[in-house]
């Protein structure tokens, strides 16, 4: 099989399994492959996790800003960038005309109390910001390292539990 082909399949992966096991490997392995067959591809590193840029020979960590880790000239580029509730939060705000009151909320600390709120909704604000560059990113390939398999799948299930808790 063609790898770009292959890497076309689904618009965002999601790399998760047990702590440990090379979660982070297999994600810049990926995220290389399909560099090399001329995709652009976006990493996404979850809060908590870490890595990728060592993978690519960069000592930095990422933040939310998006940092360029491998760009050939004539073949694709990884991108990659950290994703975290609050600055999902304070994102989603600003793009929602309520910026001066995300402002606010980062400037006195009161963010984490806004995101504990309600059970689930960091993982929801992160999905969320995972769907939106899904929707609105021009790579493309998303490949999210998720973190190990049992917050993982808390985190893959979050929408469902927020639509039962909203009914």
């Known amino acids: 099989m063609d790898v770009a082909t292959f890497c076309r399949q689904s618009r965002v992966l999601i790399v998760a399994g047990k702590g440990g096991v090379g979660k982070t490997t297999i994600t810049a392995a990926l995220a290389k492959m399909a560099s090399s067959s001329g995709l652009n591809v976006l990493v996404v590193e979850l809060e908590g996790k870490s890595g990728v840029p060592a ?64 059970p689930g909704i960091r993982d929801i604000l992160v999905l ?10 021009p790579s493309d390939l998303i490949l999210v390292d998720a973190p190990a398999t049992g917050h993982a799948m808390t985190f893959l299930s979050s929408a469902k539990g927020l639509l039962g808790a909203a009914r």
Do not use: N
């Open 55 to 118: 993978a690519f020979g960069r000592e930095h960590s990422l933040d939310y800003d998006e940092a360029v880790l491998d760009s050939l000239s004539a073949d694709g580029a990884v991108r990659a960038r950290r994703i975290t509730p609050d600055d999902a939060l304070v994102e989603y705000l600003a793009d929602h005309g309520m910026k001066r009151i995300s402002k606010r909320l980062a400037s006195s600390g009161a963010l984490d109390v806004v995101a504990t709120a309600i």
């Open 128 to 137: 969320g910001k995972v769907k939106q560059l899904e929707r609105d990113d």
